[in-house]
């Protein structure tokens, strides 16, 4: 499984954009899909993941409530839904695709097996 996140760029406080997460591989239904981010001097921290179907997804307290996931199998992409972003939302975001093992959320890198690159996030004041 091949993963691309994209859609980032420089926003201002308040904005919404969305991510996407694309990705090549067909059997990409077959995975959940989390989001992560990586601010300068810190470490990866996650930051949603939705479930394979769409129909679980689990957010961290930081973004619970302004962020929302979503996906479209039929399109091979996950989406990142921001809302009401400030400058603490400023980092590189990461999408990676893992498998459940009966385990729910995954919430650590570590049960991740694909990652794409990162898509840049600046939120200016």
């Known amino acids: 499984v091949q993963l691309q996140a994209f859609g980032g760029g420089l926003v201002q406080a308040g904005d919404s954009p969305t991510l996407s997460c694309a990705s090549t591989?067909?059997?990409?239904?077959?995975?959940?899909v989390g989001w992560f981010r990586q601010a300068p001097g810190k470490e990866r921290d996650f930051v949603a993941v939705i479930s394979r179907s769409g129909g679980n997804t689990y957010y961290a307290d930081s973004v619970k409530g302004r962020f929302t996931v979503s996906r479209d199998n039929a399109k091979n992409t996950v989406y990142l839904q921001m809302n009401s972003l400030n400058p603490e939302d400023t980092a590189i975001y990461y999408c990676?695709?893992?498998?459940?093992?009966?385990?729910?959320?995954?919430?650590?890198?570590?049960?991740?097996?694909?990652w794409g690159q990162g898509t840049q996030v600046t939120v200016s004041s």
């Open positions: 990676a695709a893992g498998v459940p093992r009966g385990n729910w959320p995954l919430s650590t890198a570590r049960e991740y097996a694909y």
């Open positions: 591989g067909r059997t990409f239904s077959g995975y959940c």
